[in-house]
């Protein structure tokens, strides 16, 4: 190196170490303070869920067959498949032990009682690339029927209304929603 790009060299360094010097307490500082925020932040969380209410948390274990709510007794669940962040699927069968056709299929969670009889969605694969793809079914426990009324491609469904033999449907996937008019 020459003396003029020597003494830039020097220069540039001193410049470059002053930076260093200058920032390096503010970004230490920052550092501490970001993980003490962060660990406020947990503790207050913590203490948080401890003071409020569980409620009453019903799980379904794997190798137990429980009773399902709003049968009047008549059925009971047990999980089939569990996927990782999303819905699970349970198989179904009679609680007074008569065979039924609803031990051949994996339904979700969502019971609708009714008159006519429940309406249930059945599952149509248990692959979890696949879903949602599922039919939203008419089970009629006296005649052990199941009735296919339409198919849904979202988890987000509810019965929005009924009027004489029809029920509207209404479905969100989280981008678009939509009505479907069934008959019974």
């Excluded at 948080?48 to 019903?58: A, M």
């Excluded at 299929?105 to 969502?110: A, L, P, S, T």
């Excluded at 491609?153 to 981008?175: A, P, Q, Y």
Aim: hydrophobic residues 45%; charged residues 25%; glycine residues 6%.
């Amino acid at each position: 190196m020459n003396k003029v790009q020597l003494i830039f060299h020097h220069i540039f360094r001193f410049v470059w170490n002053l930076i260093f010097i200058i920032c390096y307490p503010v970004l230490a500082t920052f550092g501490l303070l970001f993980v003490g925020l962060t660990y406020l932040f947990s503790l207050l969380s913590r203490i948080l869920t401890r003071i409020k209410p569980e409620g009453k948390r019903v799980v379904i274990k794997d190798t137990v067959w429980e009773p399902l709510p709003h049968t009047e007794d008549l059925l009971e669940a047990k999980l089939e498949k569990q996927i990782m962040f999303g819905p699970s699927g349970f198989r179904i069968r009679r609680k007074d032990g008569v065979p039924t056709i609803l031990s051949d299929f994996i339904f979700g969670k969502k019971v609708r009682v009714m008159e006519e009889g429940l309406i249930l969605e059945k599952w149509n694969t248990t692959e979890s690339k696949d879903l949602p793809d599922f039919d939203i079914c008419l089970y009629d426990p006296d005649q052990d029927s199941l009735r296919s009324l339409t198919q849904m491609k979202c988890f987000d469904w509810h019965v929005s209304e009924r009027i004489d033999n029809e029920l509207m449907f209404k479905w969100f996937d989280g981008t678009q929603g939509g009505e479907v008019k069934v008959a019974l």
